[in-house]
T-cell receptor, first 115, second 110 residues
Framework: EPEVTQTPSHQVTQMGQEVILRCVPI?????FYWYRQILGQKVEFLVS????????KSEIFDDQFSVERPDGSNFTLKIRSTKLEDSAMYFC?????????????FGSGTRLTVV | SQQGEEDPQALSIQEGENATMNCSYK?????LQWYRQNSGRGLVHLIL?????REKHSGRLRVTLDTSKKSSSLLITASRAADTASYFC??????????FGSGTRLSIRP
């Protein structure tokens, strides 16, 4: 069964450093998303992406965050200057059509620890 | 807020029993989805029910939707140890995103 692949599975970074989280969505999916989950808390929406542009972003997704689909297969989330409160599990997801109508396929996540 | 809220927050049952989780939401929706998350893992899509549907089945899962009460329920029949996980409902806040509730932590006792 097709999978969404995320790398790395775990990343530790110093506060203030830039991190790039990588995702390979399912090949025929057109819609891409990033969510995050702080330990023990809700799964929070960050951003949705379609047709090489951001469809919608949350208040969390400020100027420190950016997304890119650099080569037609990868989908990346960059955090420019990490803060302690950015520590969380980050989940990438993709959907064949709009997620509201098709459901999302999630990756296994990247656990980001900012120290 | 559009997000769903699950009830109960935690549920512990004996293997073989049925588990029922409820979700309430605040505004109108097109579809409602249920997801499962095993500890420390990604979310797995279980089932999607459209606003014009009242009930949907998938294997041991049964989902109901009552749009007049803005509520949904997920029933897992004949529970197994492998069903131990957190279960989330998700509502379509817009065409571009779905919003998750806080989840129900389900524990199945052997």
């Amino acid at each position: 069964e097709p999978e969404v692949t995320q790398t790395p599975s775990h990343q530790v970074t110093q506060m203030g450093q830039e991190v790039i989280l990588r995702c390979v969505p399912i090949s025929n999916h057109l819609y891409f998303y990033w969510y995050r989950q702080i330990l023990g808390q809700k799964v929070e929406f960050l951003v949705s992406f379609y047709n090489n542009e951001i469809s919608e972003k949350s208040e969390i997704f400020d100027d420190q965050f950016s997304v890119e689909r650099p080569d037609g297969s990868n989908f990346t989330l960059k955090i420019r200057s990490t803060k302690l409160e950015d520590s969380a599990m980050y989940f990438c997801a993709s959907s064949e059509g709009t997620g509201r109508d098709y459901g999302y396929t999630f990756g296994s996540g990247t656990r980001l620890t900012v120290v | 807020s559009q997000q769903g809220e699950e009830d109960p927050q935690a549920l512990s049952i004996q293997e073989g029993e049925n588990a029922t989780m409820n979700c309430s939401y605040k505004t109108s929706i097109n579809n409602l989805q249920w997801y499962r998350q095993n500890s420390g893992r990604g979310l797995v899509h279980l089932i999607l029910i459209r606003s014009n549907e009242r009930e949907k089945h998938s294997g041991r899962l049964r989902v109901t939707l009552d749009t007049s009460k803005k509520s949904s329920s997920l029933l897992i029949t004949a529970s197994r140890a492998a069903d131990t996980a957190s279960y989330f409902c998700a509502t379509d806040s817009s065409a571009s995103k779905i919003i998750f509730g806080s989840g129900t932590r389900l524990s199945i006792r052997p």
